[in-house]
């Protein structure tokens, strides 16, 4: 009779990896490892910007506190003894004889200004050659009067006068100091603005600024 050996067979590591055994009447199987591939789309898929649109560009840079810059002056001149009226405006561009602009009977008051104080301005389309500048995004507007030209007087227009969608009548425009104003014309700057107190002098400087 032949002695059997109580010894199971041995099971080494590399039987085990290849495949299962029994251990303890049920097949235990080594566990699988699977490589997984993440693409740039899935990623982004699951940073949650798969499929999506691109982020918005950046917004326009804020515009000073004010808003836009001055609409327009009109300067009344006395040029080498004529009267000229000069629009200016704050991209430095200037007009001759000056229109004023028809909202909230803007030009009716401009009409009645000249009437007011008896100027009667000379219809050449040619302006007097004064340098002008604009600066602060058109709030701040200068001009430089030479030896021959002074300001006799002047009107600014600006929609920050009155806000609202339908501005009352004359409301969007100022007249200079001391000098005759139309009937129904609005006195006084809101805060912050600096306009010319008066009449100039010849070779001054007249500077318009808003806020």
């Known amino acids: 009779m032949s002695e059997e050996s109580d010894e199971s067979p041995r099971v080494n590591r590399r039987t085990v990896i290849k495949g299962g055994i029994a251990v303890g009447g049920a097949l235990w199987a080594a566990p699988v490892v699977q490589a997984l591939s993440v693409t740039k789309a899935s990623a982004a898929t699951a940073s949650g910007g798969g499929g999506g649109s691109s982020p918005p ?38 007009s001759c004889p000056a229109q004023a602009s028809n909202d909230a009977g803007s030009d009716t008051l401009y009409a009645n200004y000249l009437s007011a104080n008896r100027w009667s301005p000379s219809t050449s389309k040619s302006c007097p050659a004064l340098p002008v500048t604009s600066t ?67 070779g001054a400087t007249v500077t318009f600024v808003k806020p």
Request: charged residues 10%; aromatic residues 6%.
């Open 136 to 202: 602060s995004g058109g709030h701040t507007l200068s001009v430089n009067l030479d030896s021959h030209t002074k300001m006799l007087g002047f009107m600014v227009h600006d929609g920050s006068f009155h806000g609202g969608t339908k501005p009352p009548t004359g409301s969007q425009v100022r007249f200079c100091a001391d000098t005759t104003l139309p009937s129904g014309a609005y006195t006084g700057y809101p805060t912050g603005w600096s306009v010319p107190s008066g009449p100039s002098g010849l």
């Open 57 to 94: 560009p950046p917004g326009p840079p804020p515009t000073p506190s004010g808003g836009s810059g001055i609409s327009y002056v009109i300067l009344v001149l006395d040029n080498g003894g004529q009267v000229v009226t000069m629009k200016v405006q704050t991209d430095g561009s200037v």
